[in-house]
């Protein structure tokens, strides 16, 4: 199953999620009638006024009874599912913090949360994501962790104070492995759907519960005060809130049923993919083998972790009626999918890890000695700096959302070859705007522009790191960039405008835009734009609907790493061949002056396309660019860019 299957199915599980809330707010209706029926089953309205008959037998039917029930229901479901999807809809660090996380900052000193940060950027640059806001829940010491976001643009790792003190490196890779594959699979946007949805059904049930604790303490104060002729009313609002609570569990029960059917089979694949990217089934099994055999194991203890539970890497609370609301499939069952000869045996918690010997620093990241190869011959060299290197454009479509070990290794090269100092850039706030304009200083007049939009301070730092981005090797730029993305996505608001201004003023400072320029300026604006308001919204179905902007797409490419008209011309048809449903309406595009506003434009109207239009689309621009069976560091990179701005993250060209 590739990114654009796992997608497809996120989405179709999406429909299959409204249906299953639809039966639950009907059963929840039912469990509503049937109590108002047990409440008011002898009340009987004639004209304008309503008669009680403690006489009468309990009527079984009224239709005016079911219409206020049923309308109820649906708007207090409704409005309380709106209410928690508005509130997570703010992207994944909303999430993190509604369960009391604390943002790791990129720059911090602790050796721990350093090596946390080094295991989610080495996931990040190897799968072609931005790397990914990290935070700590500094208060459940359980092992656990969680991947939360709409987008790419916005999700965030999260890990438990216990999973950070309590795992080897090994493991917490397998950890945020698993967590990635999340991320990669469209699962976290459903979560956050069913969080909604499960929410909207216990608000019922909440309602019931306030009242009753009310209605307590008002007990009291009446006890007190000596208030009389109440207990009538007493009664009657303390039947409506036992009734509003055993209503608001049944559909609960429901809606746990609901959470737990929708996130087990999705543990197993997580799982599996983790073991593929990481090569290290020892990792992944050491970490659930520690969660069996510590006391705690995975359990979570903050009030709002419950509303998450299908979040978690694990088992976050104890499983009722069972076994039935599990989100997560039983640990011996997720160890032996791994390990099949599995001996039963849980880890001991007297080991204990020291992430002294784990760190950043000791991973040949920070200027300490490299650790012995894994293996020998398993480490992928970096692309050469010049020349064209071997591709095969099916291939590289299919690693599109991918969890490759062959990647991983190409990330951990790439980390290499970037100096310490610029790794230091990438994680302060001062000096991340400044190394991204470096990497644009091949204009005279570059500094007097960063000094104009941004100050001398800025231009200043950018004149000192520009030696260092000069001296990179051009497949390192982008992962650069990826690195210093969650500190750039947290700019306060006046801090971006002089940022976003200052960096199209250096892309157009020459009145040409070249494609590393392109592929910078359009993923970075796009990912911070998801960031600030995460969305997934599809406007266009149809393949002749954005045929014109396919077709600039197709022609820019072509453009990008040909010279002469005939070879432009065959790498056009090329790409044109994998769409035959509007091949006839595809037309090579003229050539430009260097300027490319109109790809700018397509993409746009393509990133809210349907996914097999995306589809197509990268298989058809992947063909363009290897219509000579080879590619260019700065086609890959343009083809990157436009793979980012379809959400469809696409890792290092020439690596496998």
């Not at 497809?8 to 599980?13: D, H, T, V």
């Not at 039966?23 to 009987?44: D, S």
């Not at 595809?586 to 109207?605: F, H, N």
């Not at 290897?626 to 086609?635: A, C, F, S």
């Amino acid at each position: 199953m590739d990114f654009f299957e796992a997608q497809a199915l996120a989405r179709k599980r999406s429909s299959r999620l409204i249906v299953l809330f639809g039966l639950a707010v009907l059963g929840t209706i039912l469990a509503g009638y049937a109590a108002a029926m047990a409440l008011f089953g002898q009340f009987e309205i004639r004209g304008e006024d309503i008669h009680y008959d403690p006489t009468a037998p309990v009527r079984l039917w009224s239709p005016v009874i079911l219409a206020w029930v049923a309308g109820g229901t649906v708007v207090v479901v409704g409005a309380a599912s709106l209410f928690k999807w508005s509130q997570m809809r703010g992207g994944g660090a909303a999430v993190a913090e509604m369960v009391g996380g604390r943002r790791v900052a990129p720059d911090t000193t602790d050796l721990a949360e350093r090596r946390l940060l080094n295991v989610v950027e080495e996931m990040a640059i190897a799968s072609g994501v931005p790397v990914p806001a990290v935070f700590i829940l500094e208060h459940e010491p359980g092992i656990n962790a969680f991947a939360a976001g709409l987008t790419t643009s916005d999700a965030v790792v999260a890990v438990t104070k216990g999973g950070l003190e309590k795992l080897t490196r090994d493991e917490l890779q397998g950890v945020v492995a698993h967590e990635f594959s999340h991320i990669l699979n469209g699962d976290m946007r459903l979560n956050v759907q069913l969080s909604a949805v499960v929410f909207g059904i216990l608000f019922i049930g909440l309602i019931g519960r306030g009242l009753l604790i009310g209605l307590g303490r008002g007990r009291m104060l009446q006890g007190r005060g000596g208030g009389k002729n109440k207990g009538g009313g007493m009664v009657a609002l303390f039947a409506i809130g036992l009734a509003l609570l055993i209503i608001g569990y049944v559909g609960y029960f429901f809606g746990r049923l609901i959470q737990a059917a929708v996130s087990r089979q999705r543990e197993y694949l997580a799982d599996a993919a983790a073991v593929q990217f990481t090569r290290n089934p020892d990792g992944i099994a050491g970490v659930l083998k520690k969660i069996g055999g510590y006391a705690l194991g995975s359990k979570m203890i903050g009030a709002h972790a419950g509303e998450i539970g299908h979040f978690f890497f694990a088992q976050g609370f104890r499983s009722h009626f069972g076994g039935a609301w599990a989100t997560h499939p039983p640990l011996p069952e997720r160890i032996r999918a791994i390990e099949p000869r599995w001996d039963g045996r849980f880890f001991k918690p007297e080991q204990v890890v020291d992430v002294k010997t784990q760190s950043f620093a000791e991973t040949g990241l920070g200027g300490a000695p490299k650790p012995p190869a894994k293996q020998p011959g398993l480490p992928i060299p970096l692309p050469p700096p010049l020349g064209r290197l071997p591709f095969a454009p099916v291939a590289a479509v299919a690693e599109i959302g991918a969890l490759s070990a062959a990647h991983h290794d190409q990330a951990q090269s790439l980390l290499e070859s970037i100096p310490p100092a610029l790794r230091d850039a990438a994680h302060d706030a001062v000096l991340a705007p400044a190394l991204v304009y470096s990497l644009l200083f091949g204009d005279a007049g570059a500094r007097e522009l960063v000094t104009k939009h941004d100050g001398a301070s800025a231009a200043d730092h950018a004149t000192r790191l520009q030696p260092a981005t000069a001296a990179l090797p051009p497949a390192a730029r982008l992962p650069l960039l990826q690195l210093a993305f969650p500190v750039l996505s947290t700019l306060d608001p006046a801090a971006r405008d002089r940022f976003v201004t200052t960096l199209d003023e250096l892309v157009h400072a020459d009145t040409k835009v070249s494609p590393f320029e392109f592929a910078l300026q359009k993923m970075l604006l796009h990912q911070l734009k998801l960031a600030g308001a995460p969305q997934a919204r599809v406007d266009f179905h149809a393949f002749q609907a954005v045929a014109e902007d396919i077709a600039v797409v197709l022609s820019t490419l072509a453009r990008a790493g040909q010279q002469d008209g005939p070879t432009v011309a065959g790498a056009f048809l090329a790409g044109a061949a994998q769409l035959p449903l509007i091949r006839q309406n595809l037309a090579l595009q003229p050539a430009g002056t260097g300027d490319l506003t109109p790809l700018d434009r397509a993409l746009d109207r393509l990133a809210v396309s349907s996914l097999p239009i995306k589809k197509r689309l990268l298989l058809a621009a992947a063909h363009v660019i290897g219509h000579d069976g080879t590619v260019t560091v700065e086609e890959g990179e343009l083809l990157r860019a436009i793979a980012v701005t379809l959400d469809c993250p696409m890792p290092v060209l020439g690596t496998a």
